[in-house]
């Protein structure tokens, strides 16, 4: 976000990006407090498991694709190494 617009513009980037944030909160906890009345605890949980598989599979992807390749270390590299080597 911050690199997105001009510098006169950070106030109002910035409150919209407050406003939007707090704004979704908000609605997210009175929504839940509303499907806890009228369904109960089970349907509640049960909403946030597509939200939570999501984030888990993006965090796998994040993991597995955009990490640097492990540097390969022969076996008689290994007893050479030190800490101030790395």
């Known amino acids: 976000l911050t690199r ?3 510098p006169v513009e950070r106030f109002k980037t910035q409150a ?13 906890s009175l929504s839940a407090g509303a ?3 009228t369904a109960g605890w089970d349907t ?12 888990f599979a ?10 640097p390749p ?5 076996a008689a590299e290994a007893g050479s190494l030190d800490f101030q080597d790395l």
């Open 16 to 28: 919209a990006n407050d406003f939007t944030v707090f704004g979704i909160q908000a609605v997210a």
């Open 35 to 37: 499907v806890l009345f």
């Open 44 to 55: 509640l949980v049960l909403l946030t498991l597509p939200f939570l598989l999501a984030l």
């Open 70 to 74: 492990p540097i390969p270390v022969s």
């Open 4 to 6: 997105t617009y001009r």
């Open 58 to 67: 993006g965090l796998f992807f994040l993991r597995h694709h955009l990490a």
